[in-house]
C-alpha cells in the first residue's frame, strides 16, 4: 500500500484552524478507505476520521464531529484533515492510515504515516 507521509501540524490557538494532509505513494491509494488518528501524551491511540475508497463517505469520532472534516483527492494521492475551531484537548500526534476498516472499532489493515504534531494552546 506504499508510504504514507503526513504534513501541516504546528501550533495553534484555540478556535483556529489547521489543515493537515497526507500524501500515500504507490498506484492503488484510490482503491482504500484512508484515515486519520490520534495520539496525545499518556492516552491510548484515538480514531479520529475515515473517508470511504469511491464514494468518499465519511465517519467521524465523537470528540471531533461537527469540527473536523476528512477529504481526499484521488487524483494527487493526498487525504486532508480539516480541523476547524480547535480545543486544546487536540493536541496530539496525528497519524495518516490506510485501509482504515471501521466495521467494529476503526483500525487499520494497512500503513500509518510518521505522524505530525498539532498542538493548540488556549
Known amino acids: 500500500q506504499g508510504q504514507l507521509v503526513e504534513s501541516g501540524g504546528g501550533s495553534a490557538q484555540a478556535g483556529d484552524s489547521l489543515t493537515l494532509s497526507c500524501i500515500a505513494s504507490?498506484?492503488?491509494?484510490?482503491?482504500?478507505?484512508m484515515g486519520w488518528f490520534r495520539q496525545a501524551p499518556g492516552k491510548e491511540r484515538e480514531f479520529v476520521a475515515q473517508?470511504?475508497?469511491?464514494?468518499?463517505?465519511?465517519y467521524y469520532g465523537d470528540s471531533v464531529k461537527g469540527r473536523f472534516t476528512i477529504s481526499r483527492d484521488n487524483a494527487k494521492n493526498t487525504v486532508y484533515l480539516q480541523m476547524n475551531s480547535l480545543k486544546p484537548e487536540d493536541t496530539a500526534v496525528y497519524y495518516c492510515?490506510?485501509?482504515?476498516?471501521?466495521?467494529?472499532?476503526?483500525?487499520?489493515?494497512?500503513?500509518w504515516g510518521q505522524g505530525t504534531q498539532v498542538t493548540v494552546s488556549s
Open positions: 492510515a490506510s485501509d482504515v476498516d471501521c466495521a467494529s472499532d476503526c483500525v487499520t489493515l494497512g500503513s
Open positions: 473517508i470511504s475508497a469511491r464514494s468518499g463517505s465519511t
Open positions: 504507490g498506484r492503488t491509494f484510490f482503491s482504500y478507505a
